[in-house]
C-alpha cells in the first residue's frame, strides 16, 4: 500500500500542479476577456459617438442644401423683379419721350397764342386810336 499511497499522491501533486495551471490560464483568459470587452465597449461608444456626429452633420448638410435652396428661389424672384422694373423703366421712359414731345407742341401753341394775342392787342390799339381820330373829327364837325 505505501507504493500505492505515494503513486496517489504524486497523482494528487500531479493533478494539483495541472489544476494551478488551468486555474491560472483561466484567471488570464478572464483578464484578456475583461480587457476585450473594454476595448469592444470603447469601441462601440466611439461608433455611436461618431454616428452622432454623422447624424448631426447630415442634420446641417440638410439645413444647407435647403437654405441654398431657398436662395436659389430669392434670387430667381430677385431676377424676374428686376426684369419688371427694367420693362417698367422702358415703358415710363416712352411715355415722358411722348409727354415731352406733347408738351413741346403745347409750349409752341401757347408762344403761337401769345403772339395771337399781341397782335389783337396791337389790331386792338390801333382801332382804339383810329375811333379816337373819328370822334375827335366828329366833335370838331359838330362845333
Known amino acids: 500500500g505505501a507504493s500505492e499511497a505515494g503513486g496517489v499522491v504524486q497523482d494528487l501533486a500531479h493533478m494539483t500542479r495541472e489544476n494551478q495551471v488551468l486555474h491560472d490560464e483561466i484567471?488570464?483568459?478572464?483578464?484578456?476577456?475583461?480587457?476585450?470587452?473594454?476595448?469592444?465597449?470603447?469601441?462601440?461608444?466611439?461608433?455611436?459617438?461618431?454616428?452622432?456626429?454623422?447624424a448631426t452633420l447630415e442634420v446641417e448638410r440638410q439645413d444647407i442644401a435647403r437654405m441654398c435652396q431657398e436662395v436659389n428661389q430669392q434670387t430667381q424672384r430677385q431676377a424676374g423683379l428686376i426684369d419688371n422694373l427694367k420693362l417698367e423703366g422702358e415703358c415710363l421712359r416712352g411715355v415722358?419721350?411722348?409727354?415731352?414731345?406733347?408738351l413741346l407742341g403745347k409750349l409752341e401753341q401757347e408762344e403761337e397764342c401769345k403772339a395771337s394775342l399781341a397782335s389783337a392787342k396791337l389790331d386792338i390799339a390801333t382801332v382804339e386810336e383810329q375811333l379816337g381820330d373819328v370822334q375827335a373829327s366828329l366833335r370838331a364837325n359838330e362845333a
Open 27 to 54: 484567471h488570464s483568459l478572464k483578464e484578456n476577456l475583461m480587457a476585450a470587452t473594454t476595448t469592444a465597449h470603447k469601441v462601440t461608444m466611439a461608433q455611436e459617438a461618431s454616428l452622432q456626429q454623422l
Open 96 to 102: 415722358v419721350s411722348e409727354l415731352g414731345l406733347d
